[in-house]
């Protein structure tokens, strides 16, 4: 994990719902290093967790699978 980057252009997750459960994500990074930033919305100044591209999409397609259950 590392802290916020200013520079970072941040996207709320379209899978977050109004529950206060939201991530974010900065595609553009992404695209440009294969590094995906994520972050907790509800705190924009907190801890950042860096995933490749590749875990990233595979995290992806098991929530949109149902593999993890809802909270």
């Known amino acids: 994990m590392t802290t916020d980057s200013p520079s970072l252009r941040w996207v709320k997750s379209s899978y977050s719902g109004s529950g206060g459960s939201c991530v974010e ?9 294969g590094i ?3 972050r907790d919305s509800k ?8 995933a490749s ?3 990233f999409a ?10 993890f259950g809802t909270i």
Do not use: D, I
Not at 25 to 33: E, K, V
Not at 58 to 67: C, H, L, M, Q
């Open 25 to 33: 994500w900065a595609p553009a990074h992404a695209s440009a290093t």
């Open 36 to 38: 995906v930033p994520v």
């Open 43 to 50: 705190n924009s100044n907190g801890p950042v967790l860096n």
């Open 53 to 55: 591209a590749e875990a």
């Open 58 to 67: 595979f995290f992806v397609a098991g929530v949109k699978a149902g593999e």
